[in-house]
């Protein structure tokens, strides 16, 4: 009888996964037009770049990166692009959390907008910028050729990252949790700090991840707003483009392989981030 209520009270264990070798010939054939495709288009791709890179050694990129332009061109692409997705881990966050708990006219319409930059190609984002914020702006704001019209350029085109990624989490919360939380007299900055933010944490930092890659490697809505200024205004993609046209092709291509290098960094240690804070609240 005790084995039996012992052998009750155990968790069922969960099923195994089927392993790779357990595949069936349409699964087989699925996998392998996948991995085709995937390295058609990603990995075949970004080996060219790497092989162009390397053409002549590491002695292209140690001469490419200690440049002081391609150092300035990283340096104003990699500061901007953190400075753009603070702001919108907070304010993806805020539009989201709206969209979501909160019912206003015209919801629809800025739930629509919000996939906008999805939608609009990226060099008619920074015509309508240069036209708001050019020099003929009519609201007296001029950004055309400086860091925080860079700045308003990237915050348009990925602001959506952030939004799209938190409010599927949102829709699913459970909002009991919450009413519980508030009935045992907790503060609504104590209820969210404690039980909303670390449900809404994986999707914020994922989103983010994607926000940051999309910023780095941004060249049409910066490309009339910003002004090209080398040393001032010059994004890494717009460095890479004037190389080209100088028909430095090593050089463009070793600053992308940096490029690559950074974006898939970033979006690794979030991602494990993101995964270390899902095991713990499966865990809790």
Known sequence: MTSAVVTA????????PASAASLTPASTLGLGIGMLWFSLLVLIPLAAIVVTASDHGWATYKDTLTDSRTYDALKLTVGVSMLVTALNMVMGTLIAWVLVRDEFPGKSIVN????????????????????????????????????????????FVTLPFVVRSVQPVLIELDREVEEASASLGASNWT??????????????????????????????????????????????????????????????????VVLLVISFAVLVILRSISQRGLRRQAAS
Request: proline share 8%; hydrophobic share 50%; charged share 10%.
């Open 9 to 16: 009270g155990r968790p069922a264990r969960s099923r195994r």
């Open 112 to 155: 629509a907008l919000i996939d906008l930059p999805f939608a609009l190609p990226t060099i008619v984002a920074s015509i309508v910028l240069l036209a708001l914020y050019g020099p003929q702006s009519p609201i007296d704001i001029h950004l055309n050729a400086t860091q925080p019209g860079l700045v308003v350029a990237l915050l």
């Open 191 to 256: 209820t969210f700090r404690l039980v909303i933010f670390p449900a809404l944490a994986p999707a914020i930092l994922g989103g983010s991840g994607l926000a940051f890659a999309r910023a780095i490697g941004e060249y049409g809505s910066v490309v009339l707003i910003g002004g090209n200024i080398p040393r001032l205004t010059q994004m890494t993609s717009q460095y890479i483009q004037q190389q080209i046209e100088i028909d430095r092709q090593v050089n463009a291509a070793a600053v992308s």
